[in-house]
DNA sequence: AAAAAGACAGAAAACGTTTACGAAAATTTA
DNA sequence: TAAATTTTCGTAAACGTTTTCTGTCTTTTT
C-alpha cells in the first residue's frame, strides 16, 4: 500500500479532492465544519501534501540553491548553518552544493541547481574569472553573491567591507609601532582578496610605509597553504615585524610554521588574520583578526534573494557591511 | 517569454514531445539521425529539462535530506563535504537541515524533507531521546543514522566503534604512566556518548584504575561547554594528570581553561580528544586524539543508503568502522 | 414569498515530464 | 515480391496537486 494521496482522502470523506485541497491550504471558500472534518481524516490517515506535484502546479518549489566553494570551511560552515536556519523560517529548504574552487564545477552545480527550478540561488564564488559566465547564468534566475564584490557588475550582493577591514588591520599594526608589515596570501583571481589587499596598500601609503606581499597562486585559503607560504617564508631570514593573513585559515597555518621554526607569536613576531571564525580564538596563540559579520551576511543576503524572488524586476542591489576590529593577543606593541 | 519546456522544442523540431524525450533520455527507440537533430535544437534553445516534472512522474526525486545537529561543527561539516560530492557523483543533490540538537525539531524536519519526497534520509540524530520517534518515521522511507549506533533499534547506521576507540585512548595514557584520569563531557542522553564512556570504564577496569567522569548535562559537546566544564573543575585543586575528553571541540575548551588558569599542556596535565578535527592539530597544543574515518562513514552511508533505496525490502544492516589513535603533542609520559 | 446574494463544493484543466500502447514505415526474410 | 520483422515515432494516460469556472444550496433582502 503505497502513500496516501488527496484523492484516497477524498474518497474517505466522501467529498472532491478539491474541497480537500481547499481545506488544508486554508482557503475561505469552505465551510469550517467540513474543514474540521477533514483535517481529522487527514490527520488519521496520515496524510502527508506532496511537495513536488504542488511545486509542479505552483511553479515554485520553495527551495534555496546555496553554492559555496567548500562546505568544511569554517567561515562557510558558520554561514551556511545561519542561512539554512533561517531560510527554513522563511519557509525554504537549502540545497546545498561545492563548487570545490572549480570555476567548471561551480557552472555545471549552477545549471544543475536551475534545472531543479529551486527558486533562487545564494552562491560564493570561486573567482572573478568566473564572472564571464556567472554574468550568462544569472539570468536564468534569481541570484544573490555573497562575499565577493562584484564590483562593475550589476548582479547582486552583499560583502563586507574588505578594503576597509584590510586598511583599518594595518593600521592597527602601525598603532602598535609596526612599520614592516608583510601581507600574506594575496590572491589575483579574486575581488574580494584584491579588495583586501587594496586595504593594505591604501594603508601603507597613508601611513608611509613600504609594503611587502606573498601572493597566493592557490585559489583555496587553508591552513595548509598558510602553512606553506610561511615555511617558505621563514626559509630565509626575514625583516618584518609582523604578518597580515588575508584569512584565519592562512594565520594558522602561519602559526604552525612559525612554531616548528621556533619563532613566538606575539613575541616575535604579531600576526593577524581575516573572517574571525570560530577557531581563531584559541589560546595560547589567540588570533587578533577583522571579523566577518556571518548571522548579518546569511540574513541580508536571503533576504535580498527572496525579495528579489518576489519581484524579479526590481534593479539590482548591494549591501556592504562593516568590519569590526577583534584585538586578542597575537599582536604585540614594539 | 518563460522556460523553454518539451512542447517547444517537439513544435520546432516538428515532432511529438515525446520523441524528444526520448532523444534526451537516451531510449534506444529513436533513430540516431533525429536524435542528433533534436538535441542540437535543444541546444540552441538552451532547453533543461524539468527536475519538479520528472521527479513527478518517475516517482523519485533524486535528492538525498541530510540532518544535523548542527551544520558548523568541524566533524560534521567535514562529513557533509564529503557526503555532498560523493552524492552529486552518484546522481544526487543534498538537501542540508539543522536540528540543532532539538529532538522536537529533528523529527519536524524529517517529516519536512518526507514531504518534499526525497529518495532517502541521512541523519546524525540528536540522541537517544528521540529512538522513539525515529522508529515510527524511518518506516516511511529509507533512511540511515550516521555516528550514532541504535543499538537495540534494526535500523540501518554506520558507525565508528566508540568503545573501543575510548578504550584505546585510555590504555594509551595508561601507557605513558597516567594512572588518574579523569573523562570529562559524558552525556547520558545518547548512545554514541555511552560507548565511549563504557570504553573507558571497561579500560579502567581492566587496567586496575580508579575511573572519574564529569558529565556533560548539554546535549552539545562544543567548545564553549568543555570550556565551562573545565573551569568549574579547575576551581578546586584536582588529582588528574590527563583529562580525556568526549570530544576534540571539548578538548580545546579544556585547552582555553587550562590555560587562563596557567595549566601547561601537557606539562601539568595530558590532555586527549575524540573526533581529529581539522583543528585540532594546531600548534603549540597539537591534540593527541582519535580519529573519526570521516570520508569513509559518509561514503559507507551513501552506499548502505542507495542500496536500500533500490532493495526496500533488503534487511537493515549496521556498518562498525575502526578508529585510530592519533598522537600528537598534548600527552607527556610522566 | 419571490428574488437576489452569498456560501460552499464539484468538475476539469493545467503544470512538464515519462512511458505503455499502437500504428506506420523501413527493413529483412522467404 | 509478399510476408514477417524490426525500427521509429505519435497518442494518450499518468503522476498529485492548485485553481478557475460553474452550479447548487442557503441565507438574506425586499
Redesign the interface.
Known amino acids: 500500500m503505497g502513500v496516501v494521496t488527496l484523492k484516497d482522502v477524498a474518497k474517505v470523506a466522501g467529498v472532491s479532492y478539491a474541497t480537500v485541497s481547499r481545506a488544508l491550504s486554508g482557503s475561505p471558500e469552505i465551510g469550517e465544519n467540513t474543514r474540521k472534518r477533514i483535517i481529522k481524516i487527514c490527520e488519521e490517515m496520515g496524510y502527508?501534501?506532496?511537495?513536488?506535484?504542488r511545486?509542479?502546479v505552483m511553479k515554485r518549489?520553495n527551495?534555496i540553491g546555496l553554492i559555496v566553494t567548500?562546505?568544511?570551511n569554517?567561515f562557510m560552515?558558520?554561514m551556511?548553518?545561519h542561512l539554512?536556519?533561517y531560510a527554513?523560517q522563511c519557509g525554504y529548504?537549502?540545497?546545498?552544493?561545492?563548487s570545490?574552487y572549480d570555476p567548471a564545477l561551480e557552472k555545471e552545480?549552477f545549471?544543475?541547481l536551475?534545472?531543479?527550478?529551486v527558486d533562487g540561488i545564494i552562491m560564493i564564488p570561486v573567482g572573478s574569472e568566473s564572472y564571464d559566465v556567472l554574468k550568462m547564468l544569472t539570468v536564468q534566475i534569481p541570484t544573490v553573491f555573497i562575499g565577493e564584490n562584484m564590483m562593475d557588475l550589476p548582479e547582486n550582493y552583499v560583502s563586507v567591507d574588505n578594503t576597509t577591514g584590510m586598511q583599518q588591520a594595518t593600521e592597527y599594526l602601525y598603532s602598535l609601532g609596526h612599520r614592516n608589515i608583510l601581507y600574506l596570501g594575496a590572491r589575483d583571481n579574486s575581488m574580494t582578496h584584491k579588495l583586501r589587499v587594496d586595504g593594505y596598500y591604501n594603508a601603507c601609503n597613508k601611513l608611509g610605509i613600504e609594503p611587502n606581499v606573498i601572493r597566493n597562486s592557490n585559489p583555496r585559503s587553508s591552513?595548509q597553504v598558510g602553512y606553506e607560504l610561511a615555511k617558505a617564508h621563514f626559509k630565509k631570514p626575514f625583516e618584518e615585524t609582523a604578518i597580515l593573513c588575508a584569512a584565519d585559515t592562512l594565520a594558522?597555518g602561519v602559526?604552525?610554521a612559525a612554531?616548528?621554526k621556533g619563532i613566538r607569536i606575539p613575541e616575535d613576531l604579531s600576526l593577524m588574520g581575516f573572517d574571525n571564525i570560530?577557531?581563531s580564538a584559541?589560546?595560547?596563540?589567540s588570533l587578533t583578526t577583522v571579523n566577518q559579520p556571518k548571522l548579518e551576511l546569511a540574513v541580508s543576503a536571503l533576504d535580498m534573494l527572496l525579495n528579489r524572488i518576489k519581484r524579479p524586476e526590481t534593479p539590482h542591489t548591494k549591501t556592504i557591511l562593516s568590519p569590526s576590529l577583534v584585538i586578542r593577543n597575537s599582536c604585540r606593541a614594539i
Open positions: 502527508t501534501p506532496n511537495s513536488v506535484a511545486s509542479m518549489t527551495i567548500s562546505i568544511d569554517p560552515s558558520e551556511i548553518a539554512e536556519i527554513r529548504n537549502l540545497m546545498v552544493c561545492n570545490s552545480v545549471s544543475l536551475v534545472g531543479r527550478k591552513i594558522i602559526i604552525q612554531y616548528e570560530t577557531f584559541l589560546p595560547p596563540i
